[in-house]
């Protein structure tokens, strides 16, 4: 079966540095999306793209954050310069179309440490 | 604006007993309600969503309302049960930018 894929499994960065994650969605799906869970706390929504262009995006996503589907088969995540609350598990997810009744599909989760 | 309360941190049954997981919601206009589960060591999946209203693992979840509830329900808990459940929401009709709540973590023992 099918899986969305993340690298790597665990970044550590300094602060400051500039961070990319990577994803690989589902081959025949058309919406991607990230989400965060800070330790201890919710799955946050960030970012949703469809067609080369964001969808919608959270309060959360400012202008240090970038998405980029570079090639057709991976979406990245960059984070311009991370600051020590950048500090989560990242999410990306895939879905067959935006309608709520097509499951959006997780990756495993990047663990994103900055020091 | 929406959001998902899930009042449990953790649950913790014993085998063969009957479980239910907790979800409140708020959303002005009429969502589409979601469990999500995660394994040790897995990823996040899909449980169920209400507008397929079916039973999946035995687990099911009954959408009020009038109680703005979606609390997902088990009659007999099972060891392989033992998770984090996440209650989720989307709006209807939109590219579906999930809201989670913060989880429960169920425990089953023997």
């Known amino acids: 079966e099918p899986e969305v894929t993340q690298t790597p499994s665990h970044q550590v960065t300094q602060m400051g540095q500039e961070v990319i994650l990577r994803c690989v969605p589902i081959?025949?799906?058309?919406?991607f999306y990230w989400y965060r869970q800070i330790l201890g706390q919710k799955v946050e929504f960030l970012v949703s793209?469809?067609?080369?262009?964001?969808?919608?995006k959270s309060e959360i996503f400012d202008d240090q954050f970038s998405v980029e589907r570079p090639d057709g088969s991976n979406f990245t995540l960059k984070i311009r310069s991370t600051k020590l609350e950048d500090s989560a598990m990242y999410f990306c997810?895939?879905?067959?179309?935006?309608?709520?009744?097509?499951?959006?599909?997780f990756g495993p989760g990047t663990r994103l440490t900055v020091t | 604006a929406q959001r998902v309360t899930q009042p449990e941190k953790l649950l913790s049954v014993f085998k063969g007993a009957p479980v239910e997981l907790k979800c409140n919601y708020s959303y002005s206009g009429s969502p589409e309600l979601f469990w999500y589960v995660q394994y040790s060591r897995q990823r996040l999946q899909l449980l169920l969503r209400h507008i397929s209203r079916e039973s999946i693992k035995g687990f099911t979840a009954d959408l009020n309302k009038g109680e703005t509830s979606f609390h997902l329900k088990k009659p007999f808990a099972q060891e392989e049960d033992s998770a984090m459940y996440y209650c989720a929401l989307t709006p209807t009709g939109t590219a579906s930018k999930l809201t989670f709540g913060t989880g429960t973590r169920l425990q089953v023992t023997l």
């Open positions: 997810a895939s879905s067959r179309s935006g309608d709520p009744s097509y499951e959006q599909y």
């Open positions: 793209f469809y067609n080369n262009e964001i969808s919608e």
């Open positions: 081959s025949n799906h058309l919406y």
